[in-house]
């Protein structure tokens, strides 16, 4: 999450009524911290659009305010007193009158009792600051303790879960829709009963390009040859492991596209000819792929009127600076190249 994602909640938010309001969200440091960015929040509401919604653990109420925008009612739980006393405020600010707030505990009786029949339940459980590995074991409220406790009030579900969690790390039947926001992920989002569309699913904001899975669960197997052109795919459809569901959506307009491994956190779909899908956040043509000699590479860009170098390798922040300065030495050119590092062979890039 960054400022820029939250910046929308402190500079007036656009709700689907298209209404306009000018108020700021009223917050602390730890709602600022956990709040849901604005486009996140949007689709959210948008797919979870129903008559009545419960959002369970609903903070300071940044969900919830798009929540009321999409639904008739909605009914919003929170433990932490001071935490609803803000979200109170903000529906009030930007003129909400269709939530009801609860205060207390979401799994004790005398919440549940003050609940009527609802559409569907939306939990964003708590979960460690820090975890060695994220375990969905360790949300709270639990996953199955929220089912449990709510199956007299629904049966649709929809939970936040931390996405650096696989597929194969959710031990539910449900399906796993990892959102990517702006090229980064972002959130998984997990759906129980009727909200099922599929097994797992991706999807890219603002776009709102989706890719859902078709085909059994695979690995794409890697080439050794990058071909003319590359792409970098959304975070969203690696985290889903859709990769060859995507590689074979774009078969039809190259039959050649393949898997490219540069590094531990980057890789590219790569082809010999051009290709189009919105699920692909970069595309590149391929320059050279050269020696990692920094003054060897100067040449060729100063050859070729370059004056920009984006450097895209894992290198330690106190070396970047010092090895982009000496990529872009008396570079005056117009043209930006992107340099990507694999096993000390270095590939010039190109947006197109």
Same mark, same amino acid.
């Given at each position: 999450?960054?400022?820029?994602?939250?910046?929308?909640?402190?500079?007036?938010?656009?709700?689907?009524?298209?209404?306009?309001?000018?108020?700021?969200?009223?917050?602390?440091?730890?709602?600022?911290?956990?709040?849901?960015?604005?486009?996140?929040?949007?689709?959210?509401?948008?797919?979870?659009?129903?008559?009545?919604?419960?959002?369970?653990?609903?903070?300071?109420?940044?969900?919830?305010?798009?929540?009321?925008?999409?639904?008739?009612?909605?009914?919003?739980?929170?433990?932490? =007193?001071?935490?609803?006393?803000?979200?109170?405020?903000?529906?009030?600010?930007?003129?909400?009158?269709?939530?009801?707030?609860?205060?207390?505990?979401?799994?004790?009786?005398?919440?549940?009792?003050?609940?009527?029949?609802?559409?569907?339940?939306?939990?964003?459980?708590?979960?460690?600051?820090?975890?060695?590995?994220?375990?969905?074991?360790? +949300?709270?409220?639990?996953?199955?303790?929220?089912?449990?406790?709510?199956?007299?009030?629904?049966?649709?579900?929809?939970?936040?879960?931390?996405?650096?969690?696989?597929?194969?790390?959710?031990?539910?039947?449900?399906?796993?829709?990892?959102?990517?926001?702006?090229?980064?992920?972002?959130?998984?989002?997990?759906?129980?009963?009727?909200?099922?569309?599929?097994?797992?699913?991706?999807?890219?904001?603002?776009?709102?390009?989706?890719?859902?899975?078709?085909?059994?669960?695979?690995?794409?197997?890697?080439?050794?040859? +990058?071909?003319?052109? =590359?792409?970098?795919?959304?975070?969203?459809?690696?985290?889903?492991?859709?990769?060859?569901? +995507?590689?074979?959506?774009?078969?039809?307009?190259?039959?050649?596209?393949?898997?490219?491994?540069?590094?531990?956190?980057? #890789?590219?779909?790569?082809?010999?000819?051009?290709?189009?899908?919105?699920?692909?956040?970069?595309?590149?043509?391929?320059?050279?792929?050269?020696?990692?000699?920094?003054?060897?590479?100067?040449?060729?860009?100063?050859?070729?009127?370059?004056?920009?170098?984006?450097?895209?390798?894992?290198?330690?922040?106190?070396?970047?600076?010092?090895?982009?300065?000496?990529?872009?030495?008396? #570079?005056?050119?117009?043209?930006?190249?992107?340099?990507?590092?694999?096993?000390?062979?270095?590939?010039?890039?190109?947006?197109?």
């Amino acid at each position: 999450m960054t400022l820029n994602h939250l910046r929308p909640l402190f500079s007036g938010i656009r709700l689907p009524r298209k209404k306009r309001f000018g108020h700021n969200i009223v917050s602390d440091r730890d709602g600022v911290r956990f709040a849901t960015p604005e486009d996140v929040a949007r689709y959210r509401a948008a797919r979870l659009k129903c008559s009545t919604i419960a959002d369970i653990s609903c903070g300071v109420g940044g969900q919830t305010i798009y929540f009321a925008s999409e639904c008739d009612m909605v009914y919003a739980v929170e433990i932490d =007193a001071k935490k609803i006393s803000y979200a109170k405020k903000n529906c009030k600010l930007l003129g909400i009158d269709n939530v009801e707030f609860i205060c207390g505990d979401a799994l004790s009786p005398e919440v549940i009792r003050q609940l009527p029949e609802l559409d569907i339940v939306f939990s964003d459980p708590a979960r460690p600051a820090s975890e060695n590995m994220r375990d969905i074991g360790n +949300l709270r409220p639990a996953i199955p303790e929220v089912i449990a406790s709510y199956s007299s009030k629904s049966s649709d579900f929809a939970f936040e879960a931390p996405p650096q969690l696989t597929p194969d790390r959710i031990p539910f039947e449900c399906e796993k829709e990892y959102l990517s926001l702006d090229g980064k992920i972002n959130r998984l989002n997990l759906y129980f009963g009727s909200l099922i569309k599929c097994d797992t699913s991706a999807v890219a904001l603002p776009s709102h390009a989706r890719i859902e899975s078709a085909l059994d669960a695979q690995d794409l197997e890697p080439s050794e040859k +990058l071909a003319y052109y =590359a792409y970098e795919p959304e975070e969203s459809v690696e985290r889903a492991g859709l990769l060859l569901q +995507l590689a074979h959506d774009l078969e039809k307009q190259a039959p050649d596209i393949s898997l490219f491994l540069i590094d531990r956190k980057r #890789l590219f779909l790569t082809s010999e000819v051009p290709v189009n899908h919105p699920m692909l956040k970069n595309k590149y043509k391929v320059l050279s792929v050269q020696d990692f000699d920094t003054a060897n590479i100067n040449g060729f860009l100063k050859k070729n009127g370059f004056g920009t170098v984006i450097l895209r390798a894992a290198v330690e922040p106190k070396e970047y600076w010092d090895i982009r300065n000496r990529l872009e030495d008396n #570079l005056s050119g117009d043209r930006k190249a992107h340099l990507f590092l694999k096993d000390r062979k270095a590939i010039l890039c190109e947006i197109i």
